[in-house]
C-alpha cells in the first residue's frame, strides 16, 4: 500500500495540474506511469511506451475573477466557468427572472447545488457561470452588480498520449489480457486544479500494482497494460487506440477497465456483467470463495468508461468500479487524497485471481 499512495500522492501533486492540457500536466503524469512500467519491467509495443494523438479542448489554466457585489466568488468552491467557456470580462447588473439569470441578453447564469466540472472541446459565443445556489441567493440580497473576467484557451491540436506496455506471455503470446485505466483529469481551473484521486489515480494505482504483480507472475497469455488519456473528453485516448490498434483486437481475450478505486465498503459493480454473464459468475463464484468484497453487481452496457469502444467492436470486457458511501467528490476540486481506499487490498486480490483464472 506504500506504493499504491505514492502513487495516488504524485499524480495528484500541483505539479501535474490536474493532468490536463496545460502546464504539460498530461505529459508529467505519462511520463510518471512510463517510469513505473519500465521499473515493473514492462515491454512496449514500439520504441516506447507512448501513443500521441490529438485532441482539442477549452482549457482554463490563466486567473479567473467573478464578483457579485463586493463579494468575490471562488473557482471551484462557489462557481465553474461552463465548459465551453470563451475569454470575456465586464460589469454588468443581474437580470433575475424566477430561475432565469442573465446578466445581458446573451449572457447566462445557470445555478446549482452540487458543483460538477467537465470538459469541452469547443467554446460558445458568450460566457456562461454555473454558480451554486446558497452562494448565489445570499450574495444578491446585498448587491446585484456584477463583474468577471475570464479567460480560457481553446487548445488545438494538442499533442497528447496514451501509455501501453504489456508482459509477454509464456504459451500464448499473442493472445492477451488486456487492463486499462485512464489517467488524465479535468486540469487547472484559475488559482486551483482538480487532482481527480478517485477519478482516476486511483484506477492507475490499481493498475499499475497489477503490472508489477504480472511482470513477476507471467501467465500463459500475454498481459497489456494501458493507461488512457482524454478519457474525460469524451472516452478520446481509448478510441484512438481501437482504432490504432498494436495487436488485432480479435486477440483480445477478455479486458477490464478500472475506473474509481478509491473507496470499496459498498463493493463493487461491473458495467457488461449483465452482458458476459460466464466471466461474471467466475467474478462472483472467486469473491464468494474468498470473501473479497462485500458486494458485486452487475450492469448491462454503459458508454461511461474506456471500455466501451472496445466492446462496441466486440471485445469482451467489464469496466469496474468500487463503490462506497465514504467518497462523494465527483469531478470536483475536493476528489483528492487522502482516498478511503477501503476495498482496494480485496479488489487486486479478487482482479488479480479473476485474470489468473482467465489467463492461465
Ligand atoms: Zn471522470
Known amino acids: 500500500m506504500e506504493r499504491v499512495l505514492h502513487v495516488i500522492d504524485s499524480l495528484c501533486s500541483s505539479q501535474m495540474h490536474g493532468r490536463g492540457y496545460t502546464h504539460a500536466g498530461d505529459k508529467k503524469a505519462a511520463k510518471f506511469i512510463a517510469s513505473h512500467f519500465q521499473k515493473a519491467g514492462l515491454l512496449p509495443f514500439q520504441k516506447n511506451y507512448f501513443q500521441e494523438f490529438p485532441i482539442t479542448v477549452n482549457t482554463f489554466a490563466r486567473p479567473m475573477r467573478l464578483k457579485i457585489g463586493k463579494q468575490l466568488l471562488r473557482e ?82 494538442y499533442i497528447t498520449q496514451n501509455v501501453i506496455g504489456y508482459v509477454r506471455g509464456k504459451e500464448v503470446p499473442d493472445s492477451f489480457l488486456v487492463f486499462t485505466a485512464h489517467y488524465d483529469h479535468l486540469g487547472d481551473l484559475g488559482k486551483v486544479y482538480f487532482a481527480g484521486a478517485n477519478d482516476n489515480a486511483s484506477g492507475v494505482a490499481m493498475l499499475l500494482e497489477l503490472a508489477y504483480y504480472f511482470a513477476q507472475n507471467p501467465m500463459r497469455y500475454s498481459v497489456a497494460f494501458m493507461a488512457f488519456g482524454a478519457e474525460e473528453i ?3 485516448g481509448s478510441l484512438f487506440y481501437t482504432e490504432n490498434p498494436y495487436f488485432p483486437l480479435q486477440n483480445i481475450r477478455f479486458l477490464l477497465n478500472l475506473d474509481l478505486f478509491g473507496t470499496g465498503e459498498g463493493g463493487t459493480t461491473a458495467v457488461n ?87 492461465d
Open 76 to 157: 471551484g468552491i462557489d462557481y465553474l466557468p461552463h465548459p465551453a467557456c470563451p475569454a470575456g470580462k465586464g460589469k454588468f447588473v443581474l437580470l433575475i427572472k424566477d430561475s432565469l439569470v442573465l446578466y445581458h441578453p446573451k449572457g447566462e447564469i445557470w445555478l446549482t447545488d452540487k458543483l460538477v466540472h467537465r470538459l469541452e472541446d469547443e467554446q460558445n459565443d458568450a460566457p456562461r457561470f454555473i454558480i451554486r445556489k446558497d452562494i448565489f441567493w445570499e450574495a444578491v440580497q446585498k448587491s446585484k452588480k456584477f463583474s468577471f473576467k475570464i479567460q480560457p484557451k481553446l487548445q488545438k491540436d
Open 234 to 236: 469524451g472516452l478520446l
Open 273 to 359: 456483467g449483465l452482458v458476459f454473464t460466464e466471466e461474471f459468475q467466475l467474478l462472483h463464484h472467486i469473491n464468494n470463495e474468498y470473501n473479497y468484497l462485500t458486494y458485486i453487481g452487475a450492469r448491462g452496457k454503459a458508454p461511461n468508461s474506456d471500455h466501451y469502444y472496445f466492446s462496441e467492436k466486440g471485445v469482451k470486457s467489464f469496466f469496474l468500479y468500487l463503490q462506497g458511501d465514504s467518497w462523494k467528490h465527483y469531478h470536483h476540486i475536493d476528489d483528492k487524497p487522502p482516498l478511503p481506499l477501503s476495498g482496494f487490498q480485496s479488489a487486486f486480490q479478487l482482479i488479480k485471481t479473476f485474470a489468473q483464472r482467465l489467463g
